[in-house]
């Protein structure tokens, strides 16, 4: 009995602060601007992403995120295919297991200007994925008022995703994998899910024991969490979740996109008026309840199956 009213008393507590924070209008700025014009697209190793960047370090540091592993800035950087590029990260440090690490992410590039176009030639890339940024700088101003986390919590703006992965690979060589407990990534969540109002998939969903743990922590809620429906497009290896998986971390994706009827993916027309915002906080809503307990210890997903089909 005392369990289940506890249950209840911090299904409540989520929701009512997820409500107070992760608000519509609080995600509608972030897309608005990181999908303006005035971003050019956000391509890597362009002036338009150093737009991008700059506006996600200051969300960090007015969030009041910590600097990674002595970096003395939001930066982590690097060079690859003869550019200088770069991570963006920021840290909320654990409590009692601080030396264990969640990583929250999204990439922040897409592909730029179509110079060959005519009109319209920016990829604003609203969806793609401004989406899962806001997500990012939601979250991290969640958990900053929390103050659950017993774990540290790392949250990346990954550089060049659409260049192969770049941002993430370079991550990954950076860090002890074994001690990331799981990778959330987020990517294009501004359409309504094939599964209806209030629902999101996680790509691969059987390799690790990550999505039955989102989906029993969200039971009582109204938003329910499903396997990747499009396997055909191996999207969990095509979004930066991989970089960690090939490591053998949980690091699964969250998506709601409908891939085979978005007319938007990578046009110049996905643009935040294309978007549904109350579809975004939602899901965001559910990210935050969804892994709370990977967050503050309780539960620990297994390491990562490749090999299970």
């Known amino acids: ?3 289940i009213l506890l249950s209840c008393i911090l299904l409540f507590v989520h929701l009512f602060l ?7 209008d609080l995600i509608k700025k972030h897309i608005t601007v990181l999908s303006s014009d005035e971003m050019e697209g956000r391509k890597a190793g362009t002036q338009g992403i150093e737009k991008a960047a700059r506006y996600i370090e200051n969300e960090f540091q007015k969030i009041g995120l910590n600097k990674f592993d002595g970096l003395s800035t939001y930066r982590q950087e690097f060079n690859e295919k003869g550019l200088a590029l ?3 990260i920021g840290v909320i440090e654990g409590k009692s297991k601080k030396d264990e690490f969640i990583v929250i992410s999204a990439h922040y590039d897409h592909l730029g200007i179509n110079k060959n176009g005519n009109g319209d030639v920016i990829y604003n890339g609203a969806n793609d994925n401004a989406s899962g940024v806001a997500a990012v700088l939601a979250l991290a101003k969640y958990f900053s008022k929390m103050k659950t986390n017993e774990r540290s919590i790392l949250f990346v703006a990954f550089t060049a995703e659409e260049m192969g992965l770049l941002g993430s690979n370079y991550f990954g060589g950076e860090i002890n994998p074994k001690k990331i407990i799981a990778g959330i990534n987020i990517e294009m969540i501004g359409k309504q899910s094939p599964f209806g109002p209030k629902t999101a998939w996680i790509t691969g969903y059987n390799k690790s024991t990550f999505g039955e743990i989102i ?5 009582g809620s109204n ?12 999207l969990f290896f095509r979004s930066d979740n991989a970089s960690l998986a090939r490591l053998g971390v949980p690091a699964h ?3 709601t996109s409908p891939m085979d009827k978005d007319l938007d993916y990578h046009k110049v027309t996905d643009e935040v008026n294309t978007l549904e915002i109350y579809t975004i906080a939602e899901t965001i809503k559910a990210i935050a309840k969804g892994t709370s307990s990977i967050i503050n210890g309780t539960d620990t997903p297994s390491r990562v199956n ?4």
Do not use: H
Not at 223 to 234: R, S
């Open 1 to 3: 009995m005392k369990n």
């Open 18 to 24: 997820g409500a107070q924070i992760i608000t519509e």
């Open 86 to 88: 770069f991570n963006v």
């Open 215 to 219: 989906k029993k922590n969200l039971e």
């Open 223 to 234: 938003y329910k969490v499903y396997p990747d429906p499009y396997l055909n497009f191996n």
């Open 253 to 255: 994706t969250f998506s």
């Open 306 to 309: 490749l090999n299970k089909k």
